[in-house]
C-alpha cells in the first residue's frame, strides 16, 4: 500500500524540522569565524578569524551569587563608614598620625570587626568545580561607557585576538539598541548582571559591578579590562606568562602609594595588631586584572565581600581620603588576608602624555600605559588605560549630540528629557580641542613607550582606525562624525579613508 499524501506531507514537515534542530545546534557549539574589519598589521593578510562559541553561564552562576548573598549578609560591618573628604595632596605625603587619624574607630571597634571578617573567611565556599570553562575577555560597559567600550572592543579584533569576550552591563536598560546584536558577529556576548543577582539593591556605585561580571562569566580564566582599558599589541599572550601561570592572579600598579587605616591588617587578618608604619606597598589600577578562579576563588569570594559592603565600610577604610576610592584595592587587600600567593607587576606605569606639536610630551598625563607581564625584566606596554581622555568618537568628534536613553538616569528617562552634549572638537577648554581642530596627534611620540613597543605599530593611528569605523557603520555612527572622523585621519596620518559610505574597503 502506498503512504497516502497525508503521511508523506508529515515526513516532509519533520525531516525540515530536524534539519533546523541540527543547524541550530551546529550554529550553537561551532566556531564562529568573522572577517577583521581593518587590515592586518605587518604583512598579515586580511582574513577570518575563528572565534570559539561563548557559551551562556550556567543557572549554577546565579545560585552560587545568592549563597555568596547570604553569607555576606550574616556578617556585616559593625560601623557605617560613608565616603570622607578627599584629602589626596595631604594623602601623598601621609604619616602615620594622619593615617591614624582619619578614621574614628576604637581598638574594640577594630576588634569585633576582625572577628568577625575571621569568621567570614573561614566560611568561603571553595571553587565550584565544572561550572566555569575557557579562557576569555571580560568588559564592563553599559549607558556612556559603552561608546568608550566600542573602541576597546574594536582594538582588541584589529590587533588579532581570538579570545571570546563578554560584555557586562548592569541590565538591558544599560544598552544601546542593536549594539549587542553588531558585537555578536565578532565573538562577542553581552551579559546583564540583573539576569544574575536576584538583588541589586547593594550595588549603589558602578564599581562594585567588576567582581560580579568576574565571579559571573561563563570564563575560568579571566582578562578582566575596564571599558577604557585597551591593548596596544594582541593580549592573547598574557595567559602563557610565568608569573600568571605560578600564581593565578596578575595586578598592575596604580601611581600613588597606598593610604589605607592602619586598622586595615588587623581586622584583615593580615596583622596581629594594628600598624605603626606607612604602608610602603603601591595601590592598584585595577582597569586590567587577569585572574585564574580555581586558583584564586577564595580570594575573588572575598573581594566580592569588601565590594558588597564597599561604598558603606571598606572603600573608606582602604583609602581614608586619599585616591582611589572603590574597588581598586580590593583585590589586593583579598589576596594579602588570604595569604595566597599572586603577582604584582614589578613596572611603575608609565605615564602616556600629549603631545606638545614636535612629538614630545607636555602637561601631567592623559593615560596610563600598562606592562606586559610576560617579560618581567623590561618594560614593554600592553594595555592603554585611557583615565583621563576618554576614545569614544562620539565624545570627541561632535558638535552638539544627543545623550542616547541608555546613558540616561532613570530620572531623566521617566520625563522623556532630551539630554545633549558637545564633544572634545567643539569645546575650545578641551585638552585636546587644537589636535582634533587641525589634525594634529594626541600622543606625544618621542617619548619611551609614546609608540608601543613593537615599533611597526602606531597605536594612536589604530585608535582612529577603530572609531572610524564606529563613527560610520553601526549603532553608534553619525554621517558628520564619520566624514570628520575620516578627515582627521588623513591630516593628522596622511592615510584615506578606509570606507565608502560604510562599506569595508580593506576586506572584501
Known sequence: MRPSTTYRSRKIVLFFIALFGIFQLYRVRSPVSFRIPFPSHGDRPCSSIPIPTIQEPPPEVSAQWTHLQQL???????????????????MAKATVALLADYLD???EEASAMRDEHANLTRALPTYPQGLFKGRGIVILAGGKYSEIAA????????????LPIEVWMIDRIEEKTGWCDDLSTQGIACRFVSDYLQDMSPFSHHYQLKIAAILCSSFAEVLFLDGDSMPVVNPDKIFKASAYVGTGAVLWPDYWKATESPYTGYITGRSSKKD???????????????????????????????????????Y?????GGPGWGDKDTFPTALRALGV????????????????????GKGSGMAMMQADPTDMKDFRSLFLHSNFIKFSVRR???????????????????????VTFKGSVANPKSAIWEPLTFGKRIFSTKMKNGLNDMGTLDTEKDMWRVMERVGCEGVFSDDTICRRTQRHIYKTFGEVSKWEGGSERTCS
Request: aromatic content about 12%; hydrophobic content about 30%.
Open 316 to 320: 573608606t577604610l582602604f583609602t581614608q
Open 72 to 90: 555576606f549578609d550574616l556578617h556585616p560591618p559593625n560601623l557605617a563608614m560613608e565616603r570622607g573628604d578627599f584629602k589626596g595632596g595631604q
Open 341 to 360: 600567593e599572586w603577582t604584582m607587576i614589578p613596572h611603575h606605569l608609565q605615564t602616556q602624555r600629549y603631545d606638545d606639536g614636535t612629538g614630545h
Open 105 to 107: 574607630m576604637t581598638m
Open 276 to 314: 605603626t608604619q606607612v604602608p610602603q606597598f603601591q595601590t592598584v589600577d585595577s582597569g586590567q586584572m587577569l585572574w585564574n578562579k580555581e586558583k584564586q576563588w577564595k580570594a575573588l569570594c572575598l573581594s566580592a565581600y569588601y565590594n558588597y559592603f564597599g561604598p558603606t565600610y571598606w
Open 151 to 162: 573602541t576597546t572592543l574594536g582594538m582588541i579584533r584589529l590587533l588579532g585576538s581570538r
Open 396 to 418: 570627541l568628534m561632535c558638535d552638539t549630540c544627543i545623550e542616547d536613553p541608555s546613558a540616561l538616569k532613570a530620572e531623566q528617562r521617566l520625563k522623556g528629557q532630551e
